[in-house]
């Protein structure tokens, strides 16, 4: 889709989502920690985050769609942060979470199973629409590669094309700033404690020179040869159709999302 379009995706409630999920943690977590264990507040997140982002993004699988974003991004995003993870060891906790976790779903107003069949329906969305968008973007992809090479780039053609594998450019790799990684934690797991992993910050993208220059070719290719528009009115039509085919469940279930997620933000300002 052009940047800032409406799309008929927008109809899937992702933002919502996220924020009924959010408050369902923030209620347990507070919770918990009221009942003798504080620090499952440490690293919090500090605000909802949308768990089918790419429902929405600004992406159609034909490179950046600006070249503002090629050149600061080139091909990746900034990574968001992400909350601790809590490793317990002591079983008087889990039952106090799990007494926790009931009483936050509880003044949700029991919302986690249409959570549950609302996040089924985003997956369903999302497979049924890259089921057909992968057969358009081949094609598109060859015109770009055709561009590409002769702005004099060398890489691997069909990996590229058919696989869209960015690795097929032997691009030296970027880098992520912004704090460690705290994949590298290592819990002790001694037996009647609680340990909570370190915060997953934010953290910015920064290519290298190659891959932005690359990316920044890119979108002038798909520029020149005039790919988006074609594709973009195709993706459109996708995305009715698939709309249309899970209207029932659109029909059944934003309502019920709209009304849980208006609960949530009630439940986490007071």
Do not use: H
Request: charged share 30%; hydrophobic share 35%.
């Amino acid at each position: 889709m052009l940047a800032g379009a409406k799309r008929p995706f927008d109809l899937f409630l992702g933002e919502e989502l996220g924020l009924i999920d959010w408050a369902r943690i923030k209620l347990t977590d507070k919770c918990v920690a009221s009942r003798g264990y504080p620090q499952v507040l440490q690293g919090a997140l500090e605000k909802p985050y949308n768990p089918f982002y790419y429902l929405a993004a600004d992406y159609d699988g034909l490179g950046p769609m600006t070249e503002e974003q090629a050149r600061r991004s080139g091909f990746r995003e900034d990574r968001p942060p992400t909350p601790t993870s809590v490793v317990s060891s002591d079983k008087n906790f889990d039952a106090v979470n799990e007494r926790c976790l009931k009483e936050a779903s509880k003044a949700l107003g029991g919302a986690q199973e249409t959570v549950n069949s609302y996040a089924m329906l985003g997956n369903d969305v999302y497979e049924a629409y890259r089921a057909e968008i992968n057969e358009l973007l081949e094609p598109q992809r060859a015109k770009i590669a055709d561009c590409l090479e002769d702005k004099k780039f060398k890489f691997d053609r069909q990996g590229y094309v058919k696989e869209d594998d960015l690795t097929s450019f032997g691009l030296p790799p970027g880098r992520y700033e912004g704090g460690d990684n705290p994949l590298n934690w290592k819990p002790k797991r001694v037996p009647g404690t609680v340990e909570v992993s370190p915060p997953w910050p934010a953290q910015r993208y920064i290519p290298s020179q190659q891959e932005s220059d690359l990316a920044v070719a890119m979108f002038r290719c798909s520029q020149e040869v005039g790919v988006r528009q074609a594709f973009d009115e195709k993706s459109t039509e996708i995305q009715r159709a698939i709309v249309g085919r899970y209207e029932a469940r659109f029909a059944e279930m934003n309502p019920k999302i709209e009304q849980a997620a208006r609960r949530a933000t009630e439940l986490v300002n007071q």
